[in-house]
């Protein structure tokens, strides 16, 4: 399975996952987004690196082995999972607990990534 690819603008921040590529470079506020590329900033991971526990078809997920601040300064964005047929995301308030749940069904989640709006993209392989 493709890893899914993930984009930020480095303008506005707004940031995009390419879910079918048909060759097009993907375009925000006049220019090229670029790629973002996980695990690659120089943060702690026991803040960022997505924490799993899967309870039958239920994966729960908290980022960090020590809870992430949430306020409006330096929060999680939202979390993607992807499986073995696409992927689910949620956004994550930003007062509320780095954590979210996704139901999967008939899927197999295959890794985890959350978006840090400082820190970036961080991943879990599974």
């Known amino acids: ?5 993930f984009f930020i603008c480095r303008h506005c921040g707004n940031v995009a996952v390419k879910v079918v590529d048909k060759g097009p470079k993907l ?3 006049g220019d090229e987004m670029q790629a973002l590329k996980a695990n690659t900033q120089d943060a702690s991971q026991e803040k960022h690196v997505p924490a799993v526990k899967v309870d039958g078809n239920r ?10 601040p ?9 979390i993607f999972v992807q499986t073995d047929k696409g ?3 949620k956004d994550l308030p930003i007062d509320g607990k780095p954590f979210a749940s996704f139901c999967l069904d008939d899927e197999k989640a295959v890794a985890v990534y959350e978006y ?6 961080w991943k879990l392989e599974l």
């Open 27 to 29: 375009v925000c506020c």
């Open 70 to 78: 949430m306020t409006e300064e330096h929060h999680i964005a939202f």
């Open 116 to 121: 840090c709006n400082l820190h970036g993209l």
């Open 87 to 89: 992927g689910m995301k």
């Open 59 to 68: 994966l729960e997920v908290n980022i960090g082995s020590v809870d992430h």
């Open 1 to 5: 399975m493709k890893e899914k690819e």
